[in-house]
Nanobody, 118 residues
Framework: QVQLVESGGGFVQPGESLRLSCAAS????????MGWYRQAPGKERELVAT???????VYTNSVKDRFTISRDNAKYTVLLKMNSLKPEDTAVYYC????????????WGQGTQVTVAS
């Protein structure tokens, strides 16, 4: 089993930055695709960014010019640097680990709250 623990969320004003961290443990593999998803009140969970073990990244359009995802395979951590935060970024952010196979298996953290408001 894989355990994921997020940290770094908080309350910030528009235009400020935050860095989210995710620590993975258990039966984690460096080959897993790591990512961040978010869910705002009343909305469905959406992809924010993913990164493969080789460093290939994918971002949703609304964050691709402001957020940066990175990972340290040796430490089994994944980071999300969020710049120029907007109120619409307010959500619970979840760390995700996906086992690559013909049928993907996903593992999730408990989430960390990010609130962007004046």
């Amino acid at each position: 089993q894989v355990q994921l623990v997020e940290s770094g969320g908080g309350f910030v004003q528009p235009g400020e930055s935050l860095r989210l961290s995710c620590a993975a443990s258990g039966s984690i593999s460096s080959m897993y695709v790591m990512g961040w998803y978010r869910q705002a009140p009343g909305k469905e969970r959406e992809l924010v960014a993913t990164i493969t073990s080789g460093g290939v990244t994918v971002y949703t359009n609304s964050v691709k010019d402001r957020f940066t995802i990175s990972r340290d395979n040796a430490k089994y951590t994944v980071l999300l640097k969020m710049n120029s935060l907007k109120p619409e970024d307010t959500a619970v952010y979840y760390c995700n680990a996906r086992r690559p196979s013909f049928i993907a298996v996903d593992y999730w953290g408990q989430g960390t709250q990010v609130t962007v408001a004046s």
